[in-house]
């Protein structure tokens, strides 16, 4: 499901038979009403063959998988000719950064005025931006559960700890239901307002 080598998700499409694609090409995640041991995401990914396909992935495959704290990657260490297991080395190091204080993934607050920490099942919308190579995630804060709408690149959703120093921010207060958020992310997304600001996470 999800490769720690390639950081990148597993899912099936009806052009290509399987599609890879790492987490900033996903476009709309939510959590399924009713499966919580394990919880269940219902996403939309912009696939490689040019349509929105839709998947299921888990809770711990959004937020642990990355992390390799649920990944049992085996590969042949060159070192010792044997077949060893990259989840361990991976969580073990993950482990260490985050009692260290730093986040595998962040963002900017704007009801808080002030950056959070988040995991990826926090996501709820991510589109293309319309400057460059970056991406505009709706973020739902795991303390305040107010909606930001910050602008990133894609490193920052896709590579745990790659995190931007500057993000920009959309200076809006988001509806607390998802149609109305959606409704909102899109028109904010293209409007002069997006951008607008530039905070600094750390
Ligand atoms: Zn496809
Ligand atoms: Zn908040």
Redesign the pocket.
Known sequence: MYDTLTTSYSFACPVHGEAHVRLSRFRSLQQLPGAEHPAVFRVEFSCGCGADHPGLVTHDDLDLAPLGLTDDTAYVNLMTSRVEHLGAELGDLAAARIKAGEWPWSFF?W??D?P?PAYPSSFTLIAPASSGDRVGVAVR?P????V?VNVVSRAHVDVPFVNDREVGVVEHVFGHDLPTVVDEFRAELYSSSFDARRLTLE
């Open positions: 607050c009801p808080e002030r959070r804060c303390v305040c559960h107010r930001s």
